[in-house]
């Protein structure tokens, strides 16, 4: 990779392993790794879920637009939110300084996977179920990735071993 696409940026559904990925990902690769979820939470000084709650989605997603699209890195596994796909801005600043890697996992491993998301901070509006979240989200992912990821049953270590073969 170039110096100017040096870094790395997993996107894709809440619980499809951008985090866990990423985490071993930076490891196997000697990179840096950062969570934007966590960048946007260390602003906040609460968690996702807390502030969406007392200030509503739009809000939220405007702060993590903001965090996004004014990151700056090199040589870093880039793990984002969910829903940073839903701002164009963060999306072509990223394209512009990584790679990117969409973990692509079905609807229904999704659903198994996530748990409670009332407890994971989920950008979703209130009518919405998670396949309509799915449907909606899906067709961004494949539109800003460089390389879509099949990770339907597969091992952190055969994942690692895929990216890894990707140069």
């Known amino acids: 990779m170039s110096q100017r696409k040096s870094n790395i940026v997993l996107v894709g559904m809440p619980a499809s392993g951008k985090s866990t990925l990423g985490v071993q990902l930076a490891k196997w690769l000697s990179m840096g790794f950062i969570d934007t979820d966590l960048l946007v939470q260390a602003r906040i000084g609460e968690s996702m879920q807390a502030f969406q709650d007392a200030n509503g989605m739009e809000a939220y997603q ?4 903001d965090v996004v699209h004014s990151l700056s890195c090199i040589n870093c596994v880039i793990a984002t939110g969910g829903s940073t796909i839903y ?13 990117i890697i969409f973990l692509n996992l079905p609807a229904a491993e999704v659903e198994q996977r996530i748990g409670s998301m009332a407890e994971r901070g989920v950008v979703i509006q209130p009518d919405m179920t998670l396949s309509d979240l799915y449907a909606e989200r899906h067709p961004l992912y494949l539109n800003y990735a460089d390389v879509v990821l099949d990770c339907s049953g597969k091992s952190l270590d055969e994942l690692l071993t895929e990216i890894r073969a990707l140069g």
């Open 87 to 99: 701002c164009p801005e963060a999306m072509e600043h990223l394209q512009g300084m990584a790679k």
């Open 62 to 65: 405007t702060l993590e637009c």
